[in-house]
Nanobody
Framework: QVQLVESGGGMVQAGGSLRLSCAAS??????????VGWFRQARGKEREPLSS????????YYADSVKGRFTISRDNVKNTVYLQMNSLKPEDTAVYYC????????????????WGQGTQVTVSS
């Protein structure tokens, strides 16, 4: 069982930056082949994929909506995956979730078995 906890959310003005963290509760997360993805869900909208990273960090995926503004990375020593978010826009306001899956990177949320509780990001104009 992998438990994930997101942190780093908050309120920021448009154009600002935030770094989200996704901490795993077990070393299984980093000792095995787990890919991690970030997703978000805005009020009244479906959850959408943003970015994902392979276990070794060599393979990444970005949705077009965040490409060039968000950067995913991971530190397997700290059991943590990060999402650096720059040039934030009001439309980035949402609850942000991280999730883990065994095996290859995927942009499909149904492929992910373990989910965190989410962290709120609010971008004001």
């Amino acid at each position: 069982q992998v438990q994930l906890v997101e942190s780093g959310g908050g309120m920021v003005q448009a154009g600002g930056s935030l770094r989200l963290s996704c901490a795993a509760s077990t070393r299984t997360f980093t000792s095995s082949n787990y890919a991690v993805g970030w997703f978000r869900q805005a009020r009244g909208k479906e959850r959408e994929p943003l970015s994902s990273i392979s276990w070794g960090g060599s393979t990444t995926y970005y949705a077009d909506s965040v490409k060039g503004r968000f950067t995913i990375s991971r530190d397997n020593v700290k059991n943590t995956v990060y999402l650096q978010m720059n040039s934030l826009k009001p439309e980035d306001t949402a609850v942000y979730y991280c999730a883990a899956k065994y095996g290859a990177v995927s942009g499909l949320q149904n492929d992910y078995m373990y989910w965190g509780q989410g962290t709120q990001v609010t971008v004001s104009s």
